[in-house]
């Protein structure tokens, strides 16, 4: 293959993990900027989303495109209730201290997962994409389906940009985000913005769960990767930053792409590594970070 | 992938609580319960199986087989006249675990013999502690670590050829029918880079050679990024994947190859546990496998196969009886069932009592040769090395035709074997 289509395909791959990764960062990012709570189970909530995905594929009758519209909507609520759950009766019990939310959702992590063990077993699952679709370019074909994830994640990410920006609810959150003890002299309900923000988190990667299942297909071990990603994201955009996290995103995405498919896989997640060393040596608050107050 | 009723995602805390306490108790018991009320004057045997991480799907046909092997043996009049108990461990798929699983066997079950061990990375690691406690150990993992002299004077495998003879075996007929440029796709661990060994210097014999190996990591999720190393001159696409990404490895190679393809000859580790009717799997029709057993039925069907799927619950599609979407692993899963006859050939020769006599059992095991094609072993007649601890068999290579999978050659015993220095029964006991 040409150097040309070799780089196309490269980017289209780097494209695609961008934008999953985009959807899955951002909500780490949001519940980090918010709580200033580091949640290691959020790779959690993206494997619950594949696997709730996978249920409504099976239970919805008809055309696959049916259940995976179903799943759009039921998954991010099913674990968003979740998490909202875990945050009511674990993480504000905690008082949100930073070293021990750790802890707790380490162990939040196991439990989910091992549920999932027992309820859903320990195969991966294929679930039908919306749409069966090979776009065949002169060197080589392409599911489209992937092409729709880019442009999903697009949407997803205009919809947080403007919910941040524009509503009354986004300008509580940045608030909050901003400096939580004054947002409360102002009377913002601090407490609760935080089980909403965790919930809304967990939904956003229960969202990328679904876009990604028709490409991955749904197993219980899912969630290590998106997690490891995210981090690397999180860390490099400057963590509670919503635009580092997209330019991050992308550049690893990207970088990922490009890297895995010109050398190889292994080299790109040394150089994703490499990177995050790097930003936390010269810049310890990311790309779009502030320094703490 | 099957619809069960009863699993409904628990929603409230107090389902969940209910759902993870209560598989708790039940994962708990046996491990608790088992060692205390062992009965006595029975034939024990460990079965380490791979019903968690990556070997699931294997894991569970092979534990479903394992329990319908020892059925039937038991109600043959067990072992010397002791009825066989089975005791299952899961491993998890991970080699530390499948260690601790062998030593839990020997010092807290004090089984007889161990069988079943699958992943070859994890027998790699479980047979040399297997070896050190004297525990015989028989693996069914086609790892072609016995006929390179790497393991030890306990562990056998005489229930499916290794990857040395299975490629040795095969290598003319894809030379001659299919091509002699070869691309291959493996797993980047032991079982990954037998396969690139031995094929590299099978397809060489043949005047062929392989233009190009690509190796991809055990747990990778997302293959296309792989595919722009197939060279153009590329004749033949070898694939052998395994894990629960395999469905997706499969689809993935289909989007990219599209209809212009080069021949395709793939292990059916890429499609054990897969459904051949998917939709996306379409671009595999008149593509060929390697099959050690053939999962549909031939119209050669023999009665042997024929009791083999009746006492496992397979149907003559390879699917369960019960649940027509739940796919077997059926071209390895016969070998857990051929090991436990092995076994109980091998006591019987010893005249096996009680575990004071494991040595013995594996001095009869060497004395094996000949194995006839019968109900305990229904892929059909193999040949035991007692040097090698190795056994060999035929193989098939199937054709995709209308989605269904059709043996268009089967290989003989004699294409197979091989040449090594390892000789087991110098070792001591």
Redesign the interface.
């Given at each position: 293959m040409a150097l040309g289509p070799y780089l196309f395909l490269a980017t289209l791959e780097g494209l695609v993990q961008a934008a999953v990764l985009c959807i899955t960062a951002a909500g780490l990012s949001l519940v980090f900027g918010v709580m200033r709570v580091v949640n290691v189970a959020h790779g959690e909530f993206v494997m619950l989303g594949a696997v709730i995905a996978w249920f409504a594929a099976s239970l919805v009758t008809g055309h696959p495109a049916i259940g995976f519209a179903v799943a759009l909507v039921i998954s991010p609520v099913i674990v968003g209730a979740i998490a909202f759950a875990g945050e009511r009766l674990i993480l504000k019990r905690l008082d949100y201290n930073p070293e021990a939310t750790i802890v707790a959702t380490i162990g939040l992590l196991y439990i989910l997962q091992q549920t999932v063990l027992i309820v859903y077993g320990p195969d991966a699952r294929p679930v039908d994409p919306p749409f069966y679709y090979t776009i065949r370019f002169p060197w080589f074909g392409y599911s489209s389906y992937k092409l729709f994830v880019i442009a999903a994640a697009i949407v997803i990410m205009g919809a947080i940009w403007f919910v941040l920006q524009k509503t009354r609810a986004g300008l509580i959150m940045r608030a909050a985000q901003f400096d939580r003890e004054t947002a409360q002299a102002f009377g913002i309900p601090v407490d609760r913005v935080s089980a909403v923000v965790f919930a809304a988190g967990a939904g956003l990667a229960a969202l990328a769960g679904v876009l990604v299942v028709p490409i991955q297909q749904a197993h219980y071990l899912m969630g290590a990767d998106p997690l490891l990603l995210s981090f690397i994201v999180v860390i490099i955009g400057g963590l509670g930053s919503m635009s580092g996290t997209v330019v991050a995103a992308i550049l690893i995405g990207l970088s990922d792409g490009i890297l895995s498919v010109m050398f190889s896989p292994t080299l790109a997640k040394m150089v994703s590594t490499l990177l995050v060393a790097l930003v936390l040596v010269f810049r310890p608050n990311g790309l779009f970070g502030k320094a703490e107050r | 992938?099957h619809?069960d009723s009863k699993?409904?995602?628990?929603?409230s805390?107090r389902h969940?609580l209910k759902?993870?306490g209560g598989?708790a108790a039940v994962l708990a018991s046996p491990a608790v319960l088992r060692p205390g009320f062992a009965q006595s004057g029975t034939i024990k045997l460990g079965a380490p199986i791979h019903?968690?991480?990556?070997g699931?799907?294997y894991?569970?046909w092979y534990e479903r087989t394992a329990m319908a092997a020892v059925k039937v043996a038991n109600e043959m009049g067990g072992i010397n006249g002791r009825q066989i108990e089975l005791i299952v461990e899961d491993d998890g798929t991970d080699p530390k675990r499948g260690t601790e699983v062998i030593e839990k066997f020997a010092s807290q079950y004090k089984v007889d013999a161990v069988f079943g061990h699958l992943f070859s990375n994890v027998v790699a690691a479980a047979a040399p502690r297997a070896g050190e406690l004297k525990l015989p150990y028989f693996i069914c993992s086609e790892a072609s670590l016995l006929g390179a002299g790497k393991l030890n004077r306990y562990t056998f495998q005489p229930g499916i050829t290794d990857v040395r003879a299975q490629v040795t075996s095969m290598a003319p007929w894809i030379g001659d029918t299919l091509g002699k440029k070869v691309t291959m796709i493996y797993p980047d661990y032991n079982f990954g880079h037998d396969h690139r060994d031995f094929f590299t210097a099978a397809i060489k014999a043949q005047g062929g050679e392989v233009v190009g190996k690509i190796a991809v990591?055990p747990t990778?999720?997302?293959f296309?990024?792989?595919?722009?190393q197939i060279p153009?001159s590329t004749e033949v696409i070898y694939h052998v994947m395994v894990g629960?990404?395999v469905?997706?490895f499969v689809k993935?190679l289909g989007?990219?190859?599209?209809s212009k393809r080069p021949e395709i000859f793939g292990f059916i580790d890429s499609l054990e546990?897969v459904d051949f009717a998917?939709?996306?799997l379409g671009f595999l029709e008149g593509s060929y496998f390697w099959e050690a057993y053939p999962r549909y039925a031939q119209v050669n069907q023999s009665e042997f196969d024929k009791f083999f799927r009746e006492k496992v619950g397979v149907d003559a599609n390879g699917a369960s009886v019960k649940d027509g979407k739940d796919i077997s692993t059926y071209s390895h899963m016969f070998s857990i069932w051929e090991t436990l006859f092995v076994i109980k050939q091998a006591m019987e020769l010893a005249n096996y009592k009680g575990e004071a006599q494991k040595k013995d059992l594996v001095v009869a095991m060497e004395s094996i040769s000949t194995i006839a094609e019968s109900r305990e072993h229904p892929q059909g007649a193999k040949l035991f090395n007692g040097k090698t601890h190795q056994v060999f068999g035929s193989q098939n290579i199937s054709k995709v035709e209308g989605g269904k999978l059709k043996v268009v050659h089967r290989t003989s015993i004699e294409d197979g074997l091989y040449d090594t220095d390892a000789d087991y029964t110098k070792l001591a006991l």
């Open positions: - | 992938m619809r699993t409904f995602l628990p929603l805390r969940l759902t993870a598989a019903r968690t991480g990556i699931a799907s894991g569970r990591p990778e999720t997302s296309t990024r792989y595919f722009p153009p629960p990404a469905l997706t993935e989007d990219y190859l599209g546990g998917t939709p996306q």
